[in-house]
């Protein structure tokens, strides 16, 4: 059995009772690193030497302090596009490939003061664009329950990490289903929470109306401990809510009678595979085991979400990337004569197929002439999928449908096919566009690959997603299963 089985809840006691060290938990995580990454490819780089250092302190400490910090020892991995000072983050684009930060996110500075260990930094789609982790610029990483399929993406090398057992839990990114969906992929649990909720400071932007920091973990009850650790409002983002951090924890009480539920037929319609509708059924019957009710409801602009957000996200994408210039930092062309050849150069090398593809395509909807007829046309429909959503919650408390269409595809399978790979997120698109949090947690199989349930709440209401998320763990063994590597 690896420490990394138990929950943060139980280390912490150990750790409390000195039965088990920092230093134990970090060599727990090198060690599965040494064993299983060479497969499974989750990690950009490791911290070794600082990591082990700190654990040698936080050793130290134990003895001398009666509170430890929430996420005391913890070791965790990084999303790749979150800053982290003096440890190369590159967003997985060979554009920032000798980027050393001088600072770190406000997110890493939270779990700094939740006393968590960061362990290194994990692979992902160049600059969070992608369903697969097969656009990383520097390797793909693999799904450790099938090493032939896609972890899923951006956050692939987040969810895959967490899966093979490397590290208990890591961050990743969801701007369009980054979190949800890879975690799906990889039967563990990853929450977007409200947009708002926790900080971008520090997050390199891809599309900074959609973007949001949050938790992959093996459970429920540790995904809490962590948002509960990095959420709250900053002074340094203006996009961060100035709303209270309630104690998530408390949620978890197991109750959810008399629960209303709303099932989108949307979500259950074309294009969702049998497995997928199967799981989420059976999964609805469990949850009314438990005294909640469901009722199939509509979420009549969801079938236009794909095409919003895409016009959105590469619109934002192409003015938040304009930034990369080979002027101020990152790569630079050695091929140029002018500034203009400059620019063009280490653009066309830096940067993969599927960001310029996005680039051109937001640049497009921006120009002057096709504006109005894209970009301000898709922030009208995001609106109204937005009202949608409102007016499901005003007699529900949650919605409930597949996280996925289906399960983890093989590797190369859609790379040729930008559009197909896009359908990937058509489930988790929508709650992005409304800014409203939700989970995915493991809800069964299909030809041995995980599939996710996805529970969608109010704006700010994650207590009530983490209520019903842990009530339906509790009440299955799905959680329970792990990839053999």
Not at 177 to 203: D, E, H, M, N, W
Not at 217 to 242: F, K
Not at 272 to 278: F, R, T
Not at 402 to 431: H, R
Request: glycine share 10%.
């Amino acid at each position: 059995m690896s420490l990394f089985d138990h929950k943060i809840s139980e280390l912490k006691e150990l750790l409390h009772k000195k039965e088990l060290s920092v230093s134990d938990l970090v060599d727990e995580s090198y060690k599965r690193i040494n064993e299983v990454d060479g497969k499974v490819q989750a990690f950009l780089a490791l911290d070794e030497e600082k990591a082990r250092a700190y654990a040698k302190e936080l050793d130290e400490a134990v003895g001398e302090k009666d509170e430890l910090g929430l996420l005391f020892g913890m070791p965790i991995g990084v999303k790749d596009n979150i800053v982290t000072k003096d440890l190369r983050t590159t967003a997985s684009s060979k554009i920032l490939q000798n980027f050393d930060p001088i600072y770190d996110a406000t997110v890493v500075n939270r779990l700094r003061e939740a006393e968590a260990v960061t362990i290194g930094k994990l692979n992902m789609d160049e600059f969070a664009m992608g369903s697969s982790t097969e656009n990383s610029g520097y390797k793909a990483t693999k799904n450790p329950w099938n090493l032939n399929t896609v972890p899923g993406g951006s956050s692939g090398g987040s969810a895959a990490s967490v899966a093979a057992g490397e590290v208990p839990f890591s961050l990743g990114s969801d701007t369009g289903g980054s979190i949800r969906q890879p975690a799906s992929f990889c039967g563990v649990v990853g929450l977007k929470p409200t947009y708002g909720r926790v900080s971008r400071y520090g997050l390199i932007a891809f599309a900074s109306s959609l973007d949001q920091i949050g938790p992959i973990t093996r459970n429920v009850e540790d995904n809490a401990y962590v948002l509960q650790a990095i959420a709250g409002v900053d002074q340094m983002d203006a996009t961060s809510a100035n709303v209270d951090v309630p104690d998530f924890l408390s949620s978890l009480t197991g109750d959810i009678k008399g629960l209303k539920i709303a099932v989108p037929k949307e979500y259950l319609g074309e294009g969702v595979g049998e497995e997928a509708k199967e799981s989420v059924l059976k999964s609805l019957k469990v949850l009314e085991g438990l005294g909640a009710s469901w009722e199939e409801v509509s979420l009549p602009h969801s079938k236009y979400a794909l095409a919003t957000y895409y016009l959105l996200s590469s619109s934002e994408a192409s003015a938040n990337l304009a930034r990369f210039d080979g002027i101020r930092y990152g790569y630079r062309t050695d091929n140029a004569d002018n500034l203009i050849d400059l620019y063009k150069n280490t653009r066309s090398e830096g940067f993969g197929d599927e960001v310029k593809r996005r680039i051109m395509l937001g640049t497009f909807a921006l120009s002057s002439g096709y504006y109005d007829a894209y970009y301000k046309k898709a922030q009208k429909v995001r609106t109204l999928i937005k009202k949608d959503f409102e007016d499901v919650f005003e007699k529900y408390d949650v919605i409930v449908g597949p996280t996925t269409p289906t399960p983890a595809f093989n590797i190369g399978e859609k790379t040729s096919d930008p559009l197909t790979m896009y359908a990937n997120d058509i489930l988790t698109i929508p709650v992005n566009l409304a800014g409203v949090p939700g989970i995915s947690v493991p809800c069964g199989f299909a030809n041995g690959l995980p599939l996710g349930l996805q529970i969608i709440g109010k704006h700010f209401d994650e207590g009530t997603v983490y209520r019903v998320a842990h009530a339906f763990e509790q009440a299955t063994d799905h959680h329970k299963a792990k990839p053999e590597l």
